[in-house]
Nanobody, 116 residues
Framework: QVQLVESGGGLVQPGGSLRLSCVAS????????MAWYRQAPGKQRERVAHIASGGSTNDADSVKGRCTISRDNAKNTVYRQKNSLKRGETAVYYC??????????WGPGIQVSVSV
């Protein structure tokens, strides 16, 4: 059974930082492309970061320079370091694993709230 479990969310002040983690089980993690998505209240889910199985990364323009995505294949974990957070980044953040047409998996999501 495939499981993706996010952690590290919570309440953070504007300008603050946090690190999200997503631990995967039930898949050969190192061959999967991983991504972070977010869904703000009343908006569609959008991809904010992607890291390929080979390690190349891609970030949404709105977060470039402030956030990074990384992975540790030995720990079956993908990370999302978020710095200089903005109020508009309050959202539920989802971990995603995809391997072409062979499978797409989602975590349950974790709340990140940016507020004073």
């Amino acid at each position: 059974q495939v499981q993706l479990v996010e952690s590290g969310g919570g309440l953070v002040q504007p300008g603050g930082s946090l690190r999200l983690s997503c631990v995967a089980s039930g898949i050969i993690f190192r061959i999967y492309n991983m991504a972070w998505y977010r869904q703000a209240p009343g908006k569609q889910r959008e991809r904010v970061a992607h890291i390929a199985s080979g390690g190349s990364t891609n970030d949404a323009d709105s977060v470039k320079g402030r956030c990074t995505i990384s992975r540790d294949n030995a720990k079956n974990t993908v990370y999302r370091q978020k710095n200089s957070l903005k109020r508009g980044e309050t959202a539920v953040y989802y971990c995603n694993a995809v391997l072409g047409n062979l499978g797409t998996f989602w975590g349950p999501g974790i709340q990140v709230s940016v507020s004073v």
